[in-house]
């Protein structure tokens, strides 16, 4: 009976171990392999080049257009979320009028798929009949049809708006979560000694609800590393290249342009850079989770 | 007890998945697996009547994967990359046929094309330049299309335009009046950039003639040379005019054929699938809209025109190469099939027996102007190597945005140009 058990153990742990295996180790050592090759995708008779499409990486243009774009991303994907949604839990929590009903909304976005997400942004953002340009022309008497996606200046910000809309809501109830952790006591001296709000959020609140903050942040940067499909439904990085984040360039160049080896070369330093940031994560977890216990 | 009850469920269910997964990947001796990017319903809808026609014949059974006209660029790769192409797939004849043979993951159609006849069955013009690559036949042309000027027939004589321009200085005189009336003469839509290609394709075939638009797509002349600065000069000069609808990188060529239907604006430069939409939505050839020739600049130039071919090849790891063989065979040679295919998705067989009588006035009026031209030029995408086309694609939205900067533009694309064809 216990070697039964034994094996069985065996076998439940052979299958997420080989799954495991088959979609991620084996296509990351894959991409390292082929990040040193000449392979297009197709022809299965493909060169060693070396460090070729590692020294092309340092020429690309666009690759530095992607790793600017990376960066914009990345810092709003985090920052607007957490702030918004810190702002709307502090709403939320002074018992506005109607707050449970708000918190619902606010909320509902995160459960839809990024695909459906970005097809609402962008008939939001269509010239023509849009919502946003039909509300712009509403209030301010214009006849305006600016094609917010289709506009080099404007096409990555009105993405990260969409992505936004999206995340707030999962912030704003780990913030609400937070805020129910704070002892009333302290709010009340708050109240006796007089504090002004903006005392209250900047000395009391922030630094207790440093706990969640880390997780909103850490949420974030997962799901703006993980952020290409609201881009590719939105912009597919376009137009011209002016919304390319790293993981978009890495896409074009492997499947547009069949080059696989390049796009590998690609997807490594992709992940090199998430293996950093999640280093520093994990580092200023472990400093905080000291001072917090 | 309940513990070791559940084990046994457990069994059982692994037991059965594994059972379903072993019948479910045993391909039938009489299937072709085959996929498409016909995946709309319309196209689904008429590539599902060819395969009931082809099992009817034969007895083959055709399993299908559909796959969207974008996303199938991509699919393909993907599959091939894995060793898991079908057994048929319909490609795009030229330069990304060109790309699998030279990768070797397509079966020559040599003896399939001989024991069928098919050199006294698809147009020689065709045959030539579109089923032959490295001397070795691989496809089967399933239609042509033609791209030309398809516009509002009720836009028109509400301007009082009756005889549709031949030339330059009369098709600008055209769109100056229609501007002044204020419809936009030109409808684009490159959200998708490739229908922004025709323009650049009719413009250089125009001025410098198809020599040096081959030269171009070849990499042996570049896109700054001053012939292509010049053909770009006279595009982004209408740009400039306000002859083309604002904001067209962000409209798909259907919103953009959706302009011209409802008169908001008065032509577009599309290829001939846009009858097949357009009738499709109500609108009747002839009466409603029409089309004309890309008009002359040089007269020097030999006459030109653009379009792309839609084929069938069959994959170097073909499973079922009798019933593959028996498909590309059946689709061109059969005349029924060809009318009906042809008619629904508004294209041209290159099947020789199809009597043109059995297209309506527009699609013959189409067949003449091909067979009047000296030169059937495959477009942009389908002209050069696909990491060369992604750049040249990206570059046509750019001018579209930035027609000023033409010139630095086309410096850049013809630096990124060089880059992609030493791949």
């Known amino acids: ?293 | 007890m309940k513990h070791l009850i559940s084990l046994q469920y457990f069994k059982i269910f692994l037991v059965s998945c594994l059972g379903f997964f072993c019948l479910s990947a045993t391909t039938h001796a009489s299937e072709v697996t085959i996929s498409h990017y016909f995946s709309d319903e319309f196209g689904k809808e008429n590539m599902g009547k060819v395969f009931d026609r082809f099992e009817a014949v034969t007895g083959f059974q055709m399993k299908e994967s559909p796959v969207g006209h974008e996303d199938f660029k991509t699919d393909i790769l993907v599959r091939g990359a894995s060793d898991s192409l079908p057994d048929v797939f319909s490609y795009w004849a030229g330069a990304r046929v060109q790309f699998v043979v030279d990768s070797g993951d397509l079966s020559p159609i040599d003896d399939m094309w001989a024991d069928s006849g098919l050199d006294d069955v698809v147009a020689k013009a065709v045959a030539d330049s579109a089923t032959l690559y490295n001397g070795h036949r691989y496809l089967i042309p399933m239609q042509y299309h033609y791209s030309g000027m398809f516009y509002n027939k009720k836009v028109m004589a509400d301007a009082g335009v009756t005889d549709m321009p031949t030339d330059w200085e009369g098709f600008m005189a055209l769109c100056e009046k229609l501007k002044g009336m204020g419809i936009a003469p030109i409808a684009l839509g490159s959200k998708f950039r490739w229908p922004a290609q025709f323009w650049f394709d009719y413009l250089i075939l125009n001025t410098a003639g198809p020599e040096v638009r081959a030269a171009v797509m070849d990499g042996s002349a570049a896109y700054d040379s001053d012939e292509v600065m010049a053909a770009v000069g006279i595009w982004m000069d209408m740009v400039n005019n306000g002859y083309f609808v604002a904001n067209a990188n962000a409209d798909t060529w259907t919103d953009a054929s959706d302009k011209v239907a409802n008169g908001e604006a008065a032509m577009t430069l599309m290829g001939t699938w846009i009858t097949g939409y357009w009738n499709g939505n109500g609108l009747t050839p002839g009466e409603d809209y029409d089309f004309f020739p890309f008009p002359t600049i040089n007269p020097d130039a030999p006459v030109s025109v653009v379009g792309p071919i839609d084929g069938l090849v069959i994959s170097a790891n073909v499973q079922n190469k009798e019933g593959a063989e028996a498909f590309l065979s059946f689709f061109v040679s059969d005349v029924d099939n060809q009318i009906e295919w042809t008619n629904a998705v508004g294209a041209v067989s290159a099947n020789v027996n199809v009597d043109p009588s059995v297209y309506n006035d527009l699609i013959q009026r189409v067949i003449t102007t091909v067979d009047g031209a000296s030169n059937f030029a495959f477009n942009y995408d389908l002209a050069t190597p696909p990491p060369v086309a992604e750049v040249g694609l990206s570059m046509f939205q750019e001018l579209m945005e930035n027609p000023d900067d033409y010139g630095a533009i086309l410096s850049r694309a013809q630096d990124s140009a060089q880059s992609a064809f030493s791949e």
Request: glycine share 6%; charged share 10%.
């Open chain 1, 1 to 293: 009976m216990e070697k039964s058990n034994w094996v069985w153990r065996v076998v439940f742990l052979a299958a997420p171990v080989a799954v495991f295996s088959l979609l991620v180790l084996w296509p990351l050592c894959s991409s390292f392999f082929y990040s040193f090759t000449n392979w297009n995708g197709f022809n299965p008779n493909y060169k060693f080049v070396g460090f070729d499409n590692y020294a092309k990486i340092i020429t690309d243009r666009l690759f530095l257009n992607a790793i600017i774009n990376t960066f914009i991303w990345m810092v709003s994907a985090i920052l607007l979320p957490t702030l918004l949604g810190f702002g709307f839990a502090l709403l939320i929590d002074s018992n506005v009028p109607g707050g449970k009903i708000f918190k619902s909304i606010f909320y509902l976005p995160i459960c839809l798929s990024a695909v459906v997400v970005g097809q609402i942004w962008t008939w939001i953002y269509q010239p023509d009949w849009g919502l946003l340009n039909t509300l712009i022309n509403f209030f301010l008497n214009e006849s305006m049809n600016f094609a917010w996606l289709a506009k080099p200046d404007t096409s990555l910000g009105s993405v990260i708006v969409a992505w936004s809309w999206q995340q707030t809501g999962l912030s704003m109830v780990i913030y609400l979560a937070g805020l129910t952790s704070i002892p009333e006591e302290l709010l009340e001296v708050c109240e006796i000694e007089g504090t002004s709000t903006w005392q209250k959020i900047r000395m009391v609140l922030v630094p207790l609800l440093t706990p969640a903050t880390v997780v909103v942040i850490a949420l974030s940067v997962i799901n703006s590393l993980k952020g290409f499909d609201i881009l590719y439904i939105m912009t597919g990085g376009g137009p011209f290249h002016s919304s390319d984040t790293l993981a978009m360039h890495m896409y074009n160049e492997s499947f547009k342009k069949y080059l696989m080896g390049y796009g590998s070369a690609i997807s490594v330093v992709l992940f090199l850079l998430a293996l950093v940031i999640i280093r520093i994560y994990f580092r200023e977890l472990k400093r905080i989770d000291e001072i917090y216990g």
